[in-house]
């Protein structure tokens, strides 16, 4: 078993209705906490790595755990890079064998986003990788990249026809009302919003901020046609509230088995609350025959 591009595996959850999640992982440990509850509820799923954790853990390292991950247990698995501004760093993760990269350009006008992902379309079309863009603006912060309540923008339901025509890019992430990190209040989506689009676009739409939506506006998202849902801030917090626990109970514990054992379970627990939600259990082997045997194996340019 080796990384799969994304693209086929969204296609057919927006088809069939259902979501796939998409886990922000931040170490190796969290990278295996995820795949194994993927694979225990026989799910396809998504492993992404910000920037910042690229530069952190290191692009070959991070594959080497996705591939060895997917071996291990035997589920449809991508990696993707979230958040990529810089192209440098992108060619250097599909490289590296991402099958997955996200280039965000939605700072930019409108034009100028069309012109950055076309720059990376044209690279990923040929190697089997899957590309995921961003129109409007999502709020919140996520790794340095910061954007104000105020300066937040959903997305034009006709630009996304218009992005997508000139692009052909196969994952579009339109900005609907969610944002990243923890909410004070409930989140104010828009529905409609995403219901013109998906009326208007075919590929799957990507639900960014997916920690803290009430389940059933989760739901109404995945059924509208957010078939990608990204989950960062509350496996994180799963994640370091264990360790956090741990030495409240312990002050001095020095053996990392112990508390790091504890926060693999409750970023276990925590992903397969979220696998559940979006309705994703127990589609692995149907999704994995999408791919028959051509499954990449990240050896990708020179
Ligand atoms: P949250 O941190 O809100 O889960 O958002 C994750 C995300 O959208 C990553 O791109």
Redesign the pocket.
């Known amino acids: 078993m080796v990384l799969v591009n994304s693209t086929p595996m969204l296609k057919e959850a927006r088809k069939s209705g259902y979501g796939i999640v998409?886990f922000?992982v931040h170490s190796l440990d969290m990278l295996y906490s995820v795949a194994e509850a993927a694979a225990e509820l026989d799910a396809p799923l998504i492993v992404?790595t910000?920037v910042g954790t690229v530069r952190n853990l290191g692009p070959e390292n991070i594959v080497a755990a996705a591939k060895a991950a997917s071996e291990e247990y035997k589920i449809p698995m991508a990696l993707h890079l979230?958040?990529c501004t810089d192209y440098d760093v992108l060619i250097k993760c599909i490289r590296a064998g991402y099958t997955s990269v996200?280039i965000d350009a939605s700072m930019h006008e409108f034009d100028e986003n069309v012109r950055r992902t076309n720059q990376v379309m044209d690279v990923a079309k040929f190697l089997d990788v899957n590309v995921e863009a961003e129109l409007g603006k999502?709020g919140?912060v996520?790794d340095d990249i910061v954007v104000d309540e105020a300066d937040a923008q959903k997305a034009v339901p006709s630009e996304c026809v218009k992005f997508i025509e000139l692009t052909g890019v196969p994952t579009l992430?339109p900005a609907i009302g969610?944002?990243?990190?923890?909410y004070s209040g409930d989140p104010d989506i828009d529905f409609e919003r995403i219901e013109k689009i998906a009326n208007l676009v075919d590929v799957p739409l990507v639900?960014?901020?997916?920690?803290?939506i009430p389940d059933e506006d989760v739901r109404r998202c995945v059924s509208l046609g957010m078939s990608k849902m990204?989950?960062?801030?509350?496996?994180?917090n799963a994640y370091s509230q264990a360790i956090k626990e741990h030495f409240e109970d312990k002050p001095n514990a020095l053996d990392p088995r112990q508390y790091l054992t504890k926060a693999k379970q409750a970023a276990k627990d925590l992903a397969q609350s979220k696998i559940k939600l979006v309705g994703c259990q127990g589609k692995a082997s149907e999704v994995q025959a999408l791919y028959g045997n051509e499954y990449k194996d990240g050896a990708l340019i020179g």
Do not use: C, P, R, Y
């Open positions: 998409a922000n992404q910000t979230d958040h996200m999502v919140g996520e992430a969610t944002a990243h990190g923890i639900l960014h901020g997916g920690s803290a990204n989950v960062s801030t509350e496996l994180k």
